[in-house]
């Protein structure tokens, strides 16, 4: 299985009076723009996957639409609680064990947990790999998805994203 790690793209700033309820902060207009630039790289180098696994807040399922629009991937996008902030890696393990071996899985979410959930797939423990706005990592497993017993293909940032020109890219 490969798992690719997503963060969501650039989002308004905080603002209690704008967005009462922080699960509805939009990504800014900048934001769907480096978002989309980094989603056609994370095609690019990946190839499409089978699904897109996305955090419930507004600014992940925007970013998570925007991957499958660019990918033209209908019915790819599934949204799960255990992406939201907060939740456990432990129950992302268990979604992810509901998808086939081979499969290529997208996780669209939120710092610090993706940052947490790469060190527990590489390392088996919470160590923070911090991906930035719209950047990504790729993550490979021989059987099934474990702690510890994932392999770094490639880790980027949204800008190292934009610039992947063709799937033969060396990066």
Do not use: Q, Y
């Not at 934001?31 to 699904?51: K, N, Y």
């Not at 088996?124 to 911090?130: D, E, N, Q, T, Y």
């Amino acid at each position: 299985m490969r798992v690719i790690l997503f963060r969501h793209g650039p989002a308004g700033e905080r603002d209690p009076e704008r967005w009462p309820d922080d699960r509805i902060r939009p990504l800014t207009p900048k934001g769907i723009e480096r978002t989309r630039r980094a989603a056609r790289g994370l095609l690019r180098l990946e190839g499409e996957p089978r699904r897109v696994l996305t955090s419930p807040l507004e600014r992940c399922v925007r970013s998570a639409r925007i991957l499958a629009a660019e990918g033209k991937l209908e019915n790819a996008v599934e949204t799960v609680e255990a992406l939201a902030p907060r939740s456990s890696w432990r129950d992302v393990l268990l979604r992810l064990a509901e998808e086939p071996a081979d499969a290529k899985v997208v996780l669209v979410g939120h710092e610090p947990d993706l940052g947490k959930l790469a060190g527990v797939l590489l390392f088996g423990a919470p160590a923070a790999l911090p991906l930035k706005k719209a950047g990504a990592c790729s993550i490979d497993f021989e059987d099934t998805v474990a702690a510890g017993s994932g392999r770094l293909r490639w880790f980027l940032h949204a800008r190292g994203l934009a610039d992947v020109r063709s799937s033969r890219s060396k990066v």
